[in-house]
């Protein structure tokens, strides 16, 4: 069960607030349910994109393994799209907050998701689109 750090969640929450408001920050989301995975899905289903991500980038402490990198639900901790031209102003606004860039977002139409140049998932967000909403069809 992750724990908390009550202060410095206080500090990422302003930050990503302040990147925010700067317009910084084109899209965030949390990493709740689902964890990582789940939310890049999402905002790539959301945003009608796609999106390349590279676990290796991926900041965390200790050794993690892939499903856990992947899947951990964890308070304060966020996905954001940054508008690339303003990556320097974003950097700024999350000065002393753990961060980094794990991926890009593409028009491909596809995620997909690689740790130390080993492809880990492929999948076409039209087909994630079908799958997440397929339980509400009736």
Not at 87 to 94: L, S
């Amino acid at each position: 069960v992750p724990k908390v750090d009550l202060r410095m969640s206080r500090k990422i929450f302003f930050a990503v607030s302040r990147a925010i408001n700067a317009e910084c920050v084109l899209s965030c989301h949390d990493l709740g349910e689902g964890g990582l995975a789940v939310t890049l899905c999402e905002m790539c289903i959301g945003g009608k994109k796609g999106a390349v991500l590279n676990l290796s980038l991926l900041p965390c402490e200790g050794n993690l393994s892939i499903a856990q990198k992947l899947f951990s639900e964890s308070n304060s901790r966020f996905l954001m799209e940054v508008d690339y031209t303003l990556a320097r102003e974003f950097e700024d606004q999350m000065r002393g907050i753990p961060f980094s860039y794990i991926g890009q977002v593409n028009d491909s139409g596809k995620v997909i998701i690689s740790e130390a140049n080993k492809g880990l998932l492929e999948a076409v967000v039209k087909d994630l689109d079908s799958a997440w909403r397929k339980p509400f069809v009736y």
